[in-house]
């Protein structure tokens, strides 16, 4: 983050997302430690502002970051095919990775993911 805005780029333009509400509000609680300004995603009303935003991935559908950070992503998430699932676990990964799809496409200039 601190990188990103040394880059210059502006601290509103950055979107900082997560899988769970539980991880956004733990994400945001570091920001403000951090002193960053930041605004949730449910309280964001589109008007420009200084303040980074986080949220969840399910949030953001339909905004669009010149930079999104994906923080917490299921490492096994990212690995091209899960060997060894029954069905359910199958589907349940798939439908995980289509979120994850959705949140790498708010991202217009720059990606960064961290998995766990």
Do not use: H
Request: proline share 3%.
């Amino acid at each position: 983050m601190r990188t990103l805005v040394a880059s210059g780029v502006d601290p509103g333009d950055i979107g900082v997302l997560t899988a769970t509400n539980r991880d956004a509000l733990s994400l945001l609680a570091a920001l403000r430690a951090a002193d960053f300004g930041v605004i949730e995603l449910e309280s964001y009303a589109g008007a420009p502002a200084p303040l980074v935003k986080v949220g969840t991935i399910k949030r953001a559908k339909g905004l669009e970051f010149k930079q999104v950070l994906l923080a917490r992503v299921d490492g096994s998430l990212l690995a091209p095919v899960a060997e060894g699932l029954d069905d359910g676990a199958a589907e349940a990964r798939e439908i995980a990775r289509r979120e994850l799809y959705v949140g790498m496409t708010r991202a217009r200039d720059g990606l960064w993911v961290g998995s766990v």
